[in-house]
Nanobody, 125 residues
Framework: EVQLVESGGGLVQAGGSLRLSCAAS????????IGWFRQAPGKEREGVLC????????YYADSVKGRFTISIDNAKNTVYLQMNSLKPEDTAVYYC??????????????????WGQGTQVTVSS
């Protein structure tokens, strides 16, 4: 069973940084496509970035290019989202997701099989 637990959210001023963690259990992250998503109040869940394990390519939403990066600690079976130069419009609940596909990844929520519970990120202006 795919289980994901996010942590690391909080309140930060615009221009600041946060690192979110996504601890995985029940599977090995090295074998799964991993995505980070976010959902702001009243808006649909949107893809932030995803990592294709097949070729190691990261796909980014235009809104986060150059500011957000993904990394993985295989020893801890944990995925991280590093967020820099945060803006008020980055305020949302952030989720990590996984699906067993080694060939690609997608920024479409419906493609993913397992989800965490989310962690709140609030960026003040």
């Amino acid at each position: 069973e795919v289980q994901l637990v996010e942590s690391g959210g909080g309140l930060v001023q615009a221009g600041g940084s946060l690192r979110l963690s996504c601890a995985a259990s029940g599977f090995t992250v090295d074998d799964y496509a991993i995505g980070w998503f976010r959902q702001a109040p009243g808006k649909e869940r949107e893809g932030v970035l995803c990592l294709s394990r097949g070729d190691g390519t990261t796909y980014y939403a235009d809104s986060v290019k150059g500011r957000f990066t993904i990394s993985i600690d295989n020893a801890k079976n944990t995925v991280y989202l590093q967020m820099n130069s945060l803006k008020p419009e980055d305020t949302a609940v952030y989720y990590c997701a996984a699906v067993q596909d080694g060939s690609t990844c997608r920024l479409r929520p419906s493609w993913y099989a397992g989800w965490g519970q989310g962690t709140q990120v609030t960026v003040s202006s």
